[in-house]
């Protein structure tokens, strides 16, 4: 079984504290958008499909006994607890994104006469709980186009008919604790080990916070997969020595350009793994790519506090004094990424925009 990250059922909801693994495995209650908003913002659940997904189910959670007199009153309700679970963490944009599709409906739920107050309420909280079931199908199928593409890759550089099992590096953590289930960019690992072709997969450590070494490397023992963590500073070396045949990293928010927003550190992978000819692939749901923003400039990079990094647990690693800048994210540019694998197909940096408003249109 995987590792599940959120257990929900209606007026019931769980996280796994992300903080304690993985020496310890132990699931939080979160009792309405307040208990959401601290798990988020104080990294108890992390990684941006599982922020969106617990931020919109802690409302559900809130909303779930109370009784509203007006549909006007649910409607306010629910703008205002979404606009303040958005601002729980500024860089991923998949809660913004969720926040908007909630609003837009609530919206027209406000505005449907055939629809009173008890069934605008019980259509939120469908739509709300659907979010976990559409996060899992999607990223099977991320799963499913990004091991498909990074074979062919493999394939058409050998020359071969078919690609035999590979090695691929991934970075921070985007699996089943990230996600509601699979996960993305793990996903495509995952789904490369179903189908015998995974060789080895290589996950960094990820410092300061250490998603790597903490979440994926448990995440990967837990799966049995051929495994090896190795640390940030060891990318250009492992890509020189190890014949790694692609790079397959998540994102928080991919701009109309491609730029893409995701874990601190990932910019420095696709440098290298340019310099090397290895392929740099971001797997990411279409709830994390942001038409509304023209390139990586406009992404807010969330800066964290210095005690990530001058601290391992309770222990100081830094000296004393010393200035600090910990920005959690880094924008890698779309020169630099191969193609972004969403559950819709994998698509050229250069033509996304493009691209998925043709889709979203048909
Ligand atoms: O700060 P985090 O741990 O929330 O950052 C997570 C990442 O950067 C992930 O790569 C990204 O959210 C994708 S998770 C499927």
Same mark, same amino acid.
């Given at each position: 079984?995987?590792?599940?990250?959120?257990?929900?059922?209606?007026?019931?909801?769980?996280?796994?504290?992300?903080?304690?693994?993985?020496?310890?495995?132990?699931?939080?209650?979160?009792?309405?958008?307040?208990?959401?908003?601290?798990?988020?913002?104080?990294?108890?659940?992390?990684?941006?499909?599982?922020?969106?997904?617990?931020?919109?189910?802690?409302?559900?959670?809130?909303?779930?006994?109370?009784?509203?007199?007006?549909?006007?009153?649910?409607?306010?309700?629910?703008?205002?607890?979404?606009?303040?679970?958005?601002?729980?963490?500024?860089?991923?944009?998949?809660?913004?994104?969720? +926040?908007? *599709? /909630?609003?837009?409906?609530?919206?027209?739920? =406000?505005?449907?006469?055939?629809?009173? #107050? $008890? @069934?605008?309420?019980?259509?939120?909280?469908?739509?709300?709980?659907?979010?976990?079931?559409?996060?899992?199908?999607?990223?099977?199928?991320?799963?499913?186009?990004?091991?498909?593409?990074?074979?062919?890759?493999?394939?058409?550089?050998?020359?071969?008919?078919?690609?035999?099992?590979?090695?691929?590096?991934?970075?921070?953590?985007?699996?089943?604790?990230?996600?509601?289930?699979?996960?993305?960019?793990?996903?495509?690992?995952?789904?490369?080990?179903?189908?015998?072709?995974?060789?080895?997969?290589?996950?960094?450590?990820?410092?300061?916070?250490?998603?790597?070494?903490?979440?994926? +490397?448990? *995440? /990967?023992?837990?799966?049995?997969?051929?495994? =090896?963590?190795?640390?940030?500073?060891? #990318? $250009? @070396?492992?890509?020189?020595?190890?014949?790694?045949?692609?790079?397959?990293?998540?994102?928080?928010?991919?701009?109309?350009?491609?730029?893409?927003?995701?874990?601190?550190?990932?910019?420095?992978?696709?440098?290298?793994?340019?310099?090397?000819?290895?392929?740099?692939?971001?797997?990411?749901?279409?709830?994390?790519?942001?038409?509304?923003?023209?390139?990586?400039?406009?992404?807010?990079?969330?800066?964290?506090?210095?005690?990530?990094?001058?601290?391992?647990?309770?222990?100081?690693?830094?000296?004393?004094?010393?200035?600090?800048?910990?920005?959690?994210?880094?924008?890698?540019?779309?020169?630099?990424?191969?193609?972004?694998?969403?559950?819709?197909?994998?698509?050229?940096?250069?033509?996304?925009?493009?691209?998925?408003?043709?889709?979203?249109?048909?």
């Amino acid at each position: 079984m995987s590792l599940q990250s959120i257990k929900y059922t209606r007026g019931s909801l769980e996280i796994l504290d992300q903080l304690l693994l993985p020496v310890q495995s132990k699931y939080l209650p979160v009792r309405g958008v307040e208990d959401g908003w601290k798990v988020i913002n104080k990294m108890q659940v992390r990684g941006a499909p599982a922020i969106a997904i617990v931020g919109c189910l802690s409302l559900a959670v809130e909303i779930h006994p109370e009784e509203f007199d007006s549909k006007k009153s649910l409607r306010q309700e629910l703008e205002g607890k979404l606009n303040y679970l958005v601002s729980a963490r500024p860089t991923a944009v998949n809660m913004k994104m969720a +926040a908007d *599709e /909630l609003l837009s409906l609530a919206n027209d739920l =406000t505005k449907d006469d055939n629809v009173d #107050v $008890a @069934a605008m309420k019980q259509r939120f909280l469908n739509a709300t709980e659907a979010m976990l079931k559409k996060d899992i199908a999607d990223n099977r199928a991320i799963g499913a186009h990004g091991a498909k593409a990074i074979l062919q890759l493999v394939a058409a550089a050998a020359g071969a008919p078919m690609s035999g099992p590979v090695r691929v590096l991934t970075h921070c953590n985007t699996g089943s604790l990230a996600t509601a289930g699979y996960g993305t960019a793990l996903g495509v690992v995952r789904q490369l080990s179903e189908l015998g072709k995974l060789e080895h997969v290589y996950c960094t450590e990820t410092r300061p916070y250490n998603q790597g070494a903490r979440l994926t +490397a448990y *995440e /990967l023992v837990h799966e049995k997969f051929p495994a =090896t963590l190795v640390l940030d500073s060891m #990318v $250009a @070396a492992l890509l020189r020595a190890k014949n790694v045949a692609a790079v397959v990293v998540g994102a928080d928010r991919v701009a109309a350009n491609g730029d893409t927003a995701n874990k601190i550190g990932t910019y420095q992978i696709a440098v290298v793994a340019k310099h090397h000819g290895v392929p740099f692939f971001v797997a990411a749901p279409l709830t994390s790519i942001d038409l509304h923003i023209p390139s990586g400039d406009h992404i807010i990079i969330e800066e964290r506090p210095d005690r990530e990094m001058t601290h391992v647990g309770e222990h100081r690693i830094a000296a004393p004094g010393i200035n600090c800048w910990n920005p959690a994210f880094d924008v890698t540019p779309a020169s630099l990424i191969t193609g972004i694998i969403t559950e819709r197909g994998v698509f050229q940096p250069a033509q996304l925009k493009e691209t998925i408003t043709k889709l979203l249109e048909t």
